[in-house]
Antibody
Framework: EVQLVESGGVVVQPGGSLRLSCAASGFTFDDHTMHWVRQAPGKGLEWVSLVSWDGGSTYYADSVKGRFTISRDNSKNSLYLQMNSLRTEDTALYYC??????????WGKGTTVTVSS | QSVLTQPPSASGTPGQRVTISCSGSSSNIGGNTINWYQQLPGTAPKLLIYINDQRPSGVPDRFSGSKSGTSASLAISGLQSGDEADYYCAAWDDSLNGYVFGTGTKVTVL
């Protein structure tokens, strides 16, 4: 079964750091570009970042550029998001998604990040 | 604030046809393919339409997509209660060098 499982979401104080993980199974992980997408409570979807199949190219939304770092370990079929200098507006459900081309065809169920003092 | 604009809501009675618009610019819809995602209440988004008008396996042909210039549309025909969800358009934006989602449209079956 094709599956993505996110983990690492917790409650963290403003200014803090956190690393999210996404474990992939059931498909050839290193054939796929990987994305992080977030959804603040009651709000729409916001794209966060993507990493190419080999980790050689990364892209970020302006809202997280310079604070978040996306990476992957193809030997572990895993995707990561290092989140630094967290702000209250980073509070959201974070999804990882895989993409063979320009579209995200498989999504995880998400992990919740809450930034609050 | 998203660069892809959708109406906040759409509705119809069972069996009716509903259309959702997505308006963008030359840097996103105008120059790249558009995709649509369906998010049922309390669940993760699901790919509904890809590359403008293609349906993934398992998506009923009641759902169809189209694109013209800097706009796109999603049509749902034969509306069913199970279609109540939020729908998002999305595309790569060459100016932002990033992926952008639409503002989202909540579909209600009356």
């Amino acid at each position: 079964e094709v599956q993505l499982v996110e983990s690492g979401g917790v409650v963290v104080q403003p200014g803090g750091s956190l690393r999210l993980s996404c474990a992939a199974s059931g498909f050839t992980f290193d054939d796929h570009t990987m994305h992080w997408v977030r959804q603040a409570p009651g709000k729409g979807l916001e794209w966060v970042s993507l990493v190419s199949w080999d980790g050689g190219s990364t892209y970020y939304a302006d809202s997280v550029k310079g604070r978040f770092t996306i990476s992957r370990d193809n030997s572990k079929n895993s995707l990561y998001l290092q989140m630094n200098s967290l702000r209250t507006e980073d509070t959201a459900l974070y999804y990882c998604a895989s993409a063979m081309s320009s579209y995200m065809d498989v999504w995880g169920k998400g992990t919740t990040v809450t930034v609050s003092s | 604030q998203s660069v892809l604009t959708q109406p906040p809501s759409a509705s119809g009675t069972p069996g009716q046809r509903v259309t959702i618009s997505c308006s963008g610019s030359s840097s996103n819809i105008g120059g790249n393919t558009i995709n649509w995602y369906q998010q049922l209440p309390g669940t993760a988004p699901k790919l509904l339409i890809y590359i403008n008008d293609q349906r993934p396996s398992g998506v009923p042909d009641r759902f169809s997509g189209s694109k013209s210039g800097t706009s796109a549309s999603l049509a749902i025909s034969g509306l069913q209660s199970g279609d109540e969800a939020d729908y998002y358009c999305a595309a790569w934006d060459d100016s932002l060098n990033g992926y952008v989602f639409g503002t989202g449209t909540k579909v209600t079956v009356l």
